[in-house]
């Protein structure tokens, strides 16, 4: 059973563009929902999360949308870069984060020049 | 920033050894670490969670006795395959939390596990 669904599957956008990644969550106690950034051969990088007792989180040209009664979230990247092409993944957890992270499914993300 | 090490970065070896993959924290004390195993192109799945002096608790469908974790200090954890067959294949990542409530994971860079 996959506790948070993520989609697109991969995302090609233009340099400048914005990038938007949607996720899906079906267990309520998850209380923490970060975002990884990962690049090839390399460990997940923690790029933002949000506490569902917000509804936006930003962070330089990274936002997190957050919709608690819909149970999804979303990552905007603004002003996309080739330098942000990666694997992003989506994630949830409980206790603030301090227990086992469960992750999306990841969107493979190519900005073109 | 805090840094998680995962030693060795590859290894190739023959079906029937066993491979010992080790996780440091560099600056701070891992209370609890965790074990992830990632397929090509598909996400990381939890294997195990290891917690300083303690026995792992292994998610389901994970075999603790062909994946034995150990966590001795409060700086390392070492993850051994044991008698490893090409379906063992994978890349391997740990991850390490300190103790204080709300604190993120960090997370190793991998271990490309090949087998022959």
């Known amino acids: 059973q996959q506790q948070v669904k993520q989609s697109p599957q991969s995302l090609i956008v233009q340099k400048g563009g914005i990038s938007i990644i949607n996720c899906a969550y079906e267990?309520?106690?998850?209380?923490?929902f970060p975002w990884y950034q990962q690049f090839p051969g390399k460990g997940p990088a923690l790029l933002i999360a949000?506490?569902?007792?917000?509804s936006e989180k930003k962070e330089g040209r990274f936002t997190i949308s957050f919709n608690k009664s819909a149970k999804q979230f979303s990552l905007h990247i603004m002003d996309s870069q080739p330098g942000d092409s990666a694997t992003y993944f989506c994630?949830?957890?409980?206790?603030?984060?301090?227990?086992?992270?469960?992750f999306g499914t990841g969107t493979k993300l190519q900005v073109i020049p | 920033g805090a840094v998680v090490s995962q030693h060795p970065s590859r290894v190739i070896c023959k079906s029937g050894t066993s491979v010992k993959i080790e996780c440091r924290s560099l600056?701070?004390?891992?209370?609890?670490m965790f074990w992830y195993r990632q397929f090509p192109k598909q996400s990381l799945m939890l294997m195990a969670t290891?917690?300083?002096?303690?026995?792992?608790?292994?998610e389901q469908g994970v075999e603790k006795d062909k994946f034995l974790i150990n966590h001795a200090s409060l700086t390392l954890s070492t993850l051994t395959v044991t008698s490893a067959h090409p379906e063992d294949s994978s890349f391997y990542i740990c991850?390490?939390?300190?103790?204080?409530?709300?604190?993120?994971?960090?997370f190793g860079d991998g271990t490309r596990l090949s087998i022959l």
């Open positions: 991850s390490a939390r300190g103790g204080a409530q709300k604190q993120p994971q960090h």
């Open positions: 290891s917690n300083e002096g303690s026995k792992a608790t292994y």
């Open positions: 267990n309520t106690a998850f209380d923490y």
């Open positions: 994630a949830a957890s409980m206790g603030g984060g301090y227990q086992k992270v469960t």
């Open positions: 600056d701070f004390q891992a209370t609890t």
């Open positions: 949000i506490r569902p007792d917000v």
